[in-house]
Each structure stands twice: as C-alpha cells, then as structure tokens.
C-alpha cells in the first residue's frame, strides 16, 4: 500500500499570497496518477488536479501541480479568499487508491 | 443533469444492519466506476473500495475488506454501501464518487451520507 504524506499539517497564509502544499508517497506512483482535492467545511471533496499536472474543467489557472515519482507539488499562485480550504492529495494508479492525511489552508 | 445523489442520514444503534445509497442520473450508470470514501468527524479521507456497475467487479482496501460490502443495482442505476453488524466507530460522513475509467480520479461526487452510531 502506498502512503502518502503532505505536508505541512497547516498552512497559515494572506490573500494574494503564494501557496505551496507538498505531497510525498512512500513508493512510486505508477503513471503519475496523482489527484489533488479541495474540501471546504460541509462540503464534499472537489477535484482540482488530476495526472499531477492537469486541471480538472473549471479549475481556475491560478491552481497547478507538478512533480513524478514519489515527490508532488500543488501550488496556488495567488490565494484568493475562496481558496482557504483543506486540499487532500490521492494516488490512484494502485489499489488501494490512498489519501494523504489533509494539509489546512488558513487565513494568516 | 448529471450527478450522484445519496440517501439521508442515518441514526442507529450498535449491532444493527445499514445499506445506504448512491443514485447515477443522466449518464450511463453501467459505464463508470462508483468509489466510496469515509471521513470520520473532523478527519481527512480514506478510501473504501470501488465497484464497476457493469459487471459488478468490486476491490476494496485492507482496512475495510469484511467490514462493509459494495454492491450496485444497475437496473435503477444506484450502488450500494452496506454494513451487517455496525460498530460505534462506523460513524462518519460517507461519499460516493464516479470515476471516468479505472485509473482516474473522483471526478464527480456525491453530496455525502451521514451514518451515527450511538446506543
């Protein structure tokens, strides 16, 4: 099974500012198959990235990934008020489709 | 329109039996696997398993195989969660999310069920 570990826990920041959420898996993910998600309050998971760099329709340019291998970045150019939110990150190129454990995205 | 909607919250006890639903509308139901996650109270995540509504091929993590069983009915187009004997801890949020193919993300999901346990 494949682990995956963001980091950091929580992220305080301003808006406007640049976000930088990290996302390490224990062992390759086969095909870059890595998904980001973002999950606000009562709300069900949305996808913002899928194949670690592709935009999900409608995901706003500021949002991009990057990275292969065991190493994933999800990065937020400039932080808008909507965008303070809990994102997950998920591999799904092994069964089981692993989650990270959640990095927390808070108002500064 | 094109979406998942899940059955309503659900109050029960201990040791009793649950199966709650994920309904497709406005796609082929039978084309797309149907995931199912749980997020315990103020927690992240976990993957439960996944089910292809086609030919009712279904995996499922370690941590809940023999837990809870998946099945679908393609016929009203809705899958399943179900539990035989429920535990305390089986408390959460449940979500059901379709995947386009069977290396790909939840792209579209469910507005989530709640499932309290509590004598």
């Known amino acids: 099974e494949i682990v995956l570990t963001q980091s950091p826990g929580t992220l305080s920041l301003s808006p406007g500012e640049r976000a930088t959420l990290s996302c390490r898996a224990s062992q390759s993910v086969s095909s870059s198959y890595l998904a980001w998600y973002q999950q606000k309050p009562g709300q069900a998971p949305r996808l913002l990235i899928y194949?670690?760099?592709s935009r999900a329709t409608g995901i706003p340019d500021r949002f991009s990934g990057s990275g292969s291998g065991t190493d994933f970045t999800l990065t937020i150019s400039r932080l808008e008020p909507e965008d303070f939110a809990v994102y997950y990150c998920q591999q799904y190129g092994s069964s089981p489709r692993s989650f990270g454990q959640g990095t927390k995205l808070e108002i500064k | 329109e094109v979406q998942l909607v899940q059955s309503g919250a659900e109050v029960k006890k201990p040791g009793e039996s649950l199966k709650i639903s994920c309904k497709g509308s406005g796609y082929s139901f039978t084309s797309y696997w149907i995931g199912w996650v749980r997020q315990m109270p103020g927690k992240g995540l976990e993957w439960m398993g996944i089910?292809?509504?086609?030919?009712?091929?279904?995996r499922y993590s370690p941590s809940f195989q023999g837990q809870v069983t998946i099945s679908a009915d393609k016929s009203i187009s809705t899958a399943y969660l179900q539990w035989s004997s429920l535990k305390a801890s089986d408390t959460a949020m449940y979500y059901c999310?379709?995947?386009?193919?069977?290396?790909?993300?939840?792209?579209?999901w469910g507005q989530g069920t709640l499932v309290t346990v509590s004598s």
């Open positions: 999310a379709r995947h386009d193919g069977g290396n790909s993300p939840g792209l579209l």
């Open positions: 194949g670690a760099s």
């Open positions: 089910i292809y509504p086609g030919d009712s091929d279904t």
